[in-house]
């Protein structure tokens, strides 16, 4: 099983960024789907971008052009770049790795890393 480890939120104005850090260890991520969620005090968790063993990107509507996300396989690490935060990208921010066999599912996350967009 993978364990994560997010890390590199905190507190940014409007318009900042910030680079999020996924480290994983227990296991090569290299073949699995690496994903980044957000979540905000009581709403549902949801996908903010992912990316596949063979690198293809996925975003939400609403961080297209403005995050990017990326992999290091050989540092076993998942990044998301963050640009032109807004205030309402404000939430936990949770790193998952998943891996989908015939006979079984691999589904891990890490302990969520907060991000605050504030003036």
């Known amino acids: 099983q993978v364990q994560l480890v997010e890390s590199g939120g905190g507190l940014v104005q409007p318009g900042g960024s910030l680079r999020l850090s996924c480290a994983a260890s227990g296991s090569m991520i290299s073949i699995y789907l690496m994903g980044w969620y957000r979540q905000a005090p009581g709403k549902q968790r949801d996908l903010v971008a992912h990316?596949?063993?063979?690198?293809?990107?996925n975003y939400a509507d609403s961080v297209k052009g403005r995050f990017t996300i990326s992999r290091d396989n050989a540092k076993n690490t998942v990044y998301l770049q963050m640009n032109s935060l807004k205030p309402e990208d404000t939430a936990v921010y949770y790193c998952?790795?998943?891996?989908?066999?015939?006979?079984?599912?691999?589904?891990?996350w890490g302990q969520g890393t907060q991000v605050t967009v504030s003036s």
């Open positions: 990316i596949s063993s063979g690198g293809t990107t």
């Open positions: 998952n790795a998943k891996l989908v066999r015939p006979l079984q599912t691999y589904d891990s």
